[in-house]
């Protein structure tokens, strides 16, 4: 099993310009999280998802969108790029939703944004 | 707002050495989690726990409820060991997705 693919690993955005950061998971989880992580910070959820269809909200959505079609995608769009966003972004995925024991979470090798 | 404090910032060690990763945080929890970061950037799940104590290799990982404190423990540490090394506990009666993350220690293991 690949696990968690993110693609690209590396991009430099302009101010105002746009892009998809791609995210698959081939473990059939439910779960699905983007998270970012800003030099000497946490990583803070932007989004996540419940399932196919199914999406909301993180910490620190602003100037970001989600969709999740089908189970294995969940890509995460950036409509105009500011310096702000900046960071290094990590998709994660697991098999239920209550942080339990049996529930670890899976992580990308995450996609190292600049925007200049 | 639950934070959560992580000790020490930067660690160094030499080879052989037993470490300790400290974790603290500040309300109820359901869960902790243990990651492991490495160099290159790729985030690993290390250990997921609500109570005592979990072995796996060489880590061991023990958490007391009642101090609101978890440690992280290598044991014979390797090189292969330095890494960033993150704490995140999910809050007591929030929603499950607000997880929130320590700014992780990052330990250097020296041959």
């Known amino acids: 099993n690949a696990g968690v693919t993110q693609t690209p690993k590396f991009r430099i955005l302009k101010i105002g310009q746009s892009m998809t950061l791609q995210c698959t998971q081939d473990m059939n989880h439910n779960y699905m999280y983007w998270y970012r992580q800003d030099p000497g910070m946490g990583l803070k959820l932007i989004y996540y998802s419940v399932g196919a269809g199914i999406t909301d909200k993180g910490e620190v959505p602003n100037g970001y969108n989600v969709s999740r079609s089908t189970t294995e995608d969940f890509p995460l769009r950036l409509e105009l790029a500011a310096p702000s966003q900046t960071s290094v972004y990590f998709c994660?995925?697991?098999?239920?939703?209550?942080?339990?024991?049996?529930?670890?979470?899976?992580f990308g090798n995450g996609t190292r944004l600049t925007v200049t | 707002k639950n934070e959560v404090e992580q000790s020490p910032q930067n660690l160094t060690a030499q080879e052989g050495e037993f470490i300790t990763i400290n974790c603290s945080y500040s309300v109820g929890i359901s869960a902790l989690h243990w990651l492991q970061q490495h160099p290159g950037g790729g985030i690993v799940s290390l250990f997921m726990l609500s109570s005592g104590k979990k072995k796996h290799g060489r880590l061991i990982a023990t958490i007391n409820i009642q101090e609101k404190h978890s440690s992280l423990h290598i044991t014979a540490s390797h090189p292969r060991d330095s890494a960033v090394y993150i704490c995140?506990?999910?809050?007591?009666?929030?929603?499950?997705?607000?997880?929130?993350f320590g700014k992780g220690t990052l330990l250097t293991v020296n041959p």
């Open positions: 994660a995925s697991s098999y239920s939703m209550g942080w339990g024991e049996n529930s670890p979470l899976h």
């Open positions: 995140a506990v999910c809050s007591l009666g929030g929603s499950n997705y607000k997880l929130t």
